[in-house]
């Protein structure tokens, strides 16, 4: 029935498209943004693998109305690395073994993001807790969660 | 792409009032949007078609916490994401603040508002379906169809109401205050809901619920849930208790439980009230709890261990709260 106007900022730019009132966020995102990055793993709200980062925090992208995002700043995977060079945790889920298949890992590392944000040197509670509503289906989460745990350290010693 | 080829698209209202929000909603098939994530699974699944959808996330009046001694009002659109990290609530009701950080994980919290959680669906393993699943078994009586699965020969929908805060706020006796379009009323937590599974809140067509008022807490308060999964799942039973003990005996006891039907349940505590907290007690409420909850077979898990499980939590809690 509706049509919209929307006005949101994808990754630090604003930008204006034309979508339909039913439309949810991951398909604005990778359909209309053409940012792929964000994946659907499940019927709604179940496995986190569409986490993005709404005003700095985890929200689900499959259970989110792409409407309803009218003046708001999202973040996806997308972000996270800046000239060519991959973030402190895309590089330690690289080099820890922090994805297998890789379906769940830019959900997972959003998810890790908004953590590291809020808390850099989180405990693994800390860190099981802020990863609570991501499944993964391959790695049995240790290298997951020593993924972070090696952000965390390369954040202290200073790597960007 | 659009939520789902079977459903009927909507209109999306963002409303910058209450005023505005009252008359949208008075609309017939107009439903609320907070912050979707339960109404949006439900449309995803074919369960709702609201013509439109109000969403109430830009009223800015509906977003705070305001405290009057040590008195709380709290804005239905508050995220439960900010409620679990409260400080103040967290001390003054901590059954709230326990429910809060209960709920989903933390992008439910973090979109997840206070009212939406009070006026959340019911819930059935064979409601909660995409479209081609309940298609297969002709639907239920709850939606496109006639019978009920859980319970066959009745004429009732035993969906349960699986919201974590609706206990807690009973037990801390909070009331609501709800707007619409005629004018604006207030009533107890407790008598937002209904003894039916396909039409569990007490609100009249329109009604939206803007806050909700805790008085000074009387004694102390907990929530404690069973899940599936500890990380992600609605309860299988959840159990708020507001305790006041005094020199030796329990003075004041209110204790209600969620997940075991379509409304929460208030469990009488006569039983225990006079009493010292000890073992015999804590069996004694279990034994109360048991008799008075009786889920139904609404998830995978059996409703014999829902309703064993509502005891255990209750009892344990009671120990927890008078150590
Ligand atoms: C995987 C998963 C796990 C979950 N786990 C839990 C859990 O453990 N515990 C739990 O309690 N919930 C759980 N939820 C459900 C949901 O996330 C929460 O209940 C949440 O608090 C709903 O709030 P909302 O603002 O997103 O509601 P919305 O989806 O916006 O609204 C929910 C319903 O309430 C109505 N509504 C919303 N606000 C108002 C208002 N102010 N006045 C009148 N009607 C209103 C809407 O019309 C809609 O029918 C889970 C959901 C998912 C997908
Ligand atoms: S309890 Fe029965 S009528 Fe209600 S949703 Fe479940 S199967 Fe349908
Ligand atoms: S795709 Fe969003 S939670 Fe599964
Ligand atoms: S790496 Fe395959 S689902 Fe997580």
Redesign the pocket.
């Given at each position: 029935m509706g049509t919209r106007l929307l006005e949101v900022t994808v990754n630090g730019r604003t930008r204006c498209d034309a979508v339909d009132d039913a439309t949810l966020l991951v398909d604005y995102l990778r359909r209309s943004v053409g940012l792929t990055g964000t994946k659907q793993g499940c019927d709604?709200?179940?496995c986190g693998a569409c986490t993005v980062l709404v005003d700095g925090a985890p929200r689900?992208a499959c259970?989110t109305l792409a409407a309803s995002m009218a003046g708001r700043s999202i973040e996806t995977i997308e972000s996270l690395a800046a000239a060519g060079r991959m973030s402190p945790l895309q590089r330690a889920f690289h080099e820890h073994l922090g994805a297998q298949c890789g379906y769940c890992t830019p959900g997972m590392i959003m998810s890790a993001e908004a953590l590291l944000r809020r808390d850099r040197a989180p405990t693994e509670d800390a860190i099981r807790a802020a990863l609570a509503?991501n499944l993964c289906r391959c790695t049995g989460y240790v290298k997951i969660v020593e993924s972070v745990q090696a952000a965390s350290r390369a954040l202290a010693e200073g790597e960007r | 792409m659009t939520i789902d080829a079977t459903t009927p698209r909507f209109e999306f209202r963002r409303a910058a009032s209450v005023g505005e929000a009252v008359q949208w909603l008075a609309t017939p098939g107009a439903?609320?949007?907070?912050?979707?994530?339960?109404?949006?699974?439900?449309l995803r699944r074919g369960l709702?078609r609201p013509s439109i959808v109000v969403d109430?996330g830009g009223i800015a009046g509906?977003a705070g916490i305001a405290w009057r001694d040590d008195a709380c009002a709290i804005g239905?659109?508050v995220t439960?994401a900010r409620l679990a990290a409260d400080a103040r609530v967290a001390s003054t009701y901590p059954a709230l603040a326990e429910a809060a950080a209960?709920?989903?994980?933390p992008a439910?919290r973090s979109?997840?508002?206070?009212?939406?959680?009070?006026?959340?669906?019911t819930r059935c393993v064979h409601y909660n379906q995409g479209a081609w699943w309940r298609g297969a078994v002709g639907g239920c009586l709850k939606r496109g169809g006639d019978v009920c699965h859980v319970a066959p020969q009745g004429r009732r929908c035993h969906a349960a109401f699986?919201?974590?805060?609706a206990p807690a706020l009973i037990a801390l006796s909070a009331e609501l205050d709800v707007a619409s379009y005629g004018g604006v009323r207030r009533m107890a937590a407790v008598d937002l809901y209904r003894d039916d599974g396909a039409a569990h809140l007490a609100?009249l067509p329109g009604?939206?619920?803007?806050a909700v008022r805790l008085p000074p807490p009387d004694g102390v308060s907990g929530y404690r849930?069973a899940?599936v999964r500890g990380s992600?799942?609605?309860?299988l039973a959840g159990v708020a208790i507001a305790l006041r003990v005094g020199q030796r005996s329990i003075e004041r006891a209110i204790v209600a439980v969620t997940g075991v039907g379509p409304r929460p349940v208030v469990v009488g505590t006569e039983a225990i009230v006079g009493r010292r907290v000890d073992d015999e007690t804590a069996a004694l409420l279990a034994t109360r709890v048991e008799q008075s909850v009786k889920p139904m077979r609404t998830t995978a898990t059996p409703a014999a261990y829902r309703r064993q499980v509502a005891g255990v939590l209750a009892a344990r809690l009671l120990r927890t709260l008078a150590a």
């Open positions: 709604g709200g179940e689900l259970i509503g | 439903r609320v949007h907070a912050g979707g994530t339960d109404l949006v699974p439900n709702e109430i509906l239905a659109t439960l209960a709920v989903g994980a439910h979109a997840g508002t206070v009212g939406g959680n009070l006026c959340a669906d699986c919201g974590d805060l609100l009604e939206l619920v803007t849930k899940r992600i799942d609605f309860p």
